[in-house]
């Protein structure tokens, strides 16, 4: 199974992106070796936790796995873990593509964390489109993925929940639900966090954690 995840990582580099959009693992760029070598540890590490839930969300932020390769993640939280998560950090083999003292927050990724946490739900990560939509001319911006982008990431979508026989799919927003529909796979669906959605976000974990009991 780990050499499947190398070639499912080789194919998300090897793929070419539409306009204002940024792929972070493209072998164009010499420091996205370091995201394609966090993603294949990260792979590693859930292959061995044996989740059986798949977060969705919608596309990474430029705050996030935009440049650290690892879904829900932000610098910060790449390197440092968050109260009660060991997941991450440099003694796991973790490292960022460029050091520099004040590290950068994502407040999704914290707010996921935290919850998972909370309700002692081990669940893997993806996004509905694995790579960093931005708005024209600002590649420190986030925008929702087109349709033609959703399409695209269906795919990996797909490997993703039968490399890890997911029996749990989880749609945080209304795009990840829209692929997931588009795929046929029965999926819950929470408020994405952002932009005011945390209580939400909060409550639909609570309520799905109630339902697996």
Known sequence: MREHFKTFIDKLAAT?????????YDYKCEDNS????NLLIYLNQMYEIKPKILLVAEA??????????????SEHLLMNNIGGLKLFGR????RLALEKKKLSKEATAT???????????????WNAFPFHPYREGNEKSNRTPLKRELLMGEGPLLQMIRMFD???????GNKAKESLDRLQID???????????????????RLIKERMG
């Open 187 to 205: 999926c819950h669906k929470v408020r994405h966090p952002a932009q005011g959605g945390k209580n939400e976000f909060v409550r639909g974990i």
């Open 60 to 73: 990474p932020g430029y705050r996030g796995s935009r440049i650290t390769g690892v879904p829900f993640t």
């Open 111 to 125: 707010i996921i964390w935290n919850t998972l946490l909370e309700y002692n739900i081990v669940s893997l990560g």
């Open 166 to 172: 997911i029996k749990y799919v989880v749609a945080v």
């Open 16 to 24: 070419e992106v539409t306009p204002n959009v940024c792929n972070q």
């Open 91 to 94: 003694a796991n083999g973790y």
């Open 34 to 37: 370091i995201r394609r070598d």
